[in-house]
């Protein structure tokens, strides 16, 4: 099975909060990532989580981690139409210098 | 400048064809990388450079080649590729391979082969 696994797809309303979910496998993961890519577009890294950490807040962006379920989500506070896009989930454990992605969830956001 | 810059944007080449695909940073990156990005899918690692030398090659076939001139310069050679190696080719950098806090992504090359 996949290492890092997110739902395909997210609709939500313009002004109502987004949450993104993410599980994975590799207990050693050390980063969490969210990437964000627009149509067309390369990776816009979002945000990182140390696993030291449980939550980071960054503007309208929060990341909560459970390290004991494995699991790693992103909310998008008051969610516009540019937040439309697929987001990446990528974890990199202690031993690995790359990161592995899941397959992105496509975040479709509706008047 | 927190900007990795790719050229093409766009590139059409038939499967006897010989391109190269660039990529260029200036943040004082040392290790830089190519992406391969089916759509729909998630990016794909096909090789890193670790302060000029090649360090991972992900079992990728030898009608790519890649070439690191210089730390802010990485380019993607290719010959005799196949429809189905159409994709977006990603280049990406970041401060150091084992400090991969922060991964720089280029805007990608959309390759098509004819």
């Known amino acids: 099975g996949e290492d890092v696994e997110q739902s395909l797809f997210l609709s939500v309303r313009e002004g109502d909060s987004s949450v993104i979910n993410c599980t994975y496998t590799d207990s050693s993961s050390t980063y969490l990532y969210w990437y964000k890519q627009e149509p067309g577009a390369g990776l816009q890294l979002l945000t990182y989580i140390f696993s030291n950490m449980d939550m980071k807040q960054d503007q309208r962006l929060t990341v909560l981690l459970n390290k004991k379920d494995k699991h790693l989500s992103l909310r998008i506070a008051d969610t516009q139409t540019g937040d439309s896009a697929i987001y990446f989930c990528a974890e990199r454990s202690g031993g690995s210098y790359i990161p592995t992605f899941g397959r992105g969830t496509s975040l479709i956001v509706h008047p | 400048d927190t900007e990795v810059t790719q050229t093409p944007k766009h590139l059409v080449m038939g499967m006897t064809n010989k391109k190269s695909l660039k990529c260029e940073q200036h943040?004082?990156?040392?290790?830089m990388y190519w992406y391969k990005q089916k759509a729909k899918k998630p990016p794909e690692l096909m090789f890193v450079?670790?302060?000029?030398?090649?360090?991972i090659n992900e079992s990728v076939p030898s009608r790519f080649s890649p070439e690191c001139p210089n730390s802010s310069l990485l380019n993607l050679h290719l010959h005799a590729l196949q429809p189905e190696d159409s994709a977006l080719y990603l280049c990406a950098s970041s401060q150091d391979m084992a400090l991969q806090e922060t991964q720089y992504f280029g805007p990608g090359t959309r390759l098509l082969v004819l």
């Open positions: 450079y670790s302060y000029e030398k090649l360090s």
């Open positions: 943040m004082g990156h040392r290790a």
